[in-house]
């Protein structure tokens, strides 16, 4: 399956961004450009969070934006979700394709070389690596890998790699000039006052030489 991915990637969080629903969060960032977006949510009880995944769903499909669900296959069938992205501790992505079909998108967590050469026979549209700087939206986050890691990795992989782990403004440039195809960007858009705007700072850095 042919996935074309966007060089800003931004992931969903409520309580960073102070907002009620992932669907506000999703129109905010659809109003700075966002053509790729990932709702991650580990907390809200399932009810709830189905009911805000079909909205954001319905939302994205009419902009056109390929909308995400972190680790939750039975979400992205109920949903109506593009697709997945699975951590090294989630089911692992030979199940969730089992589960999905041959249709929906599947991406998957690496943090080591290894991983990454262990990622190749997999079946999935792109691999995340990281975290490339230190990150404080995951406690049990796995070591730094750094940029100079980051592009070894880029070498390797055959698939798309998306850079994640604390990118900002200031260094989003550096994780794509070292080969990644997209950078995953939380806590830098969420805790901005104006999603949208930052979106579109991110994207217009992103096109920088």
């Given amino acids: 399956m042919h996935f074309k991915i966007p060089p800003i990637y ?117 691999i995340g690596f990281g975290p490339i700087y230190a990150t404080a939206t995951k406690e049990d986050a796995p070591p730094v890998v750094g940029p100079h890691r980051l592009a070894k990795a880029c070498k390797i992989s055959a698939l798309p790699v998306v850079a994640i782990g604390g990118i900002g403004l200031e260094n989003v440039r550096e994780v794509l000039d070292a080969g990644a195809a997209s950078a995953a960007v939380i806590s830098a858009l969420m805790k901005a006052q104006n999603l949208a705007l930052q979106m579109q700072r991110f994207l217009e850095k992103a096109m920088e030489k």
């Fill in 10 to 126: 931004p992931i969903t969080d409520k309580t960073l961004a102070q907002k009620a629903s992932h669907f506000s969060i999703v129109k905010e960032l659809a109003r700075g450009g966002a053509q790729l977006i990932q709702v991650r949510d580990k907390s809200t009880p399932i009810k709830e969070l189905l009911r805000d995944l079909i909205q954001c769903t319905e939302y994205a499909e009419r902009k056109g934006i390929a909308l995400m669900v972190d680790d939750r296959c039975d979400l992205v069938l109920s949903s109506g979700a593009m697709g997945v992205h699975l951590g090294q501790n989630d089911l692992n992505p030979e199940a969730a394709r089992a589960i999905l079909g041959p249709k929906k998108i599947i991406g998957f967590s690496t943090h080591t070389l290894l991983q990454v050469e262990k990622s190749m026979h997999l079946p999935i549209q792109y």
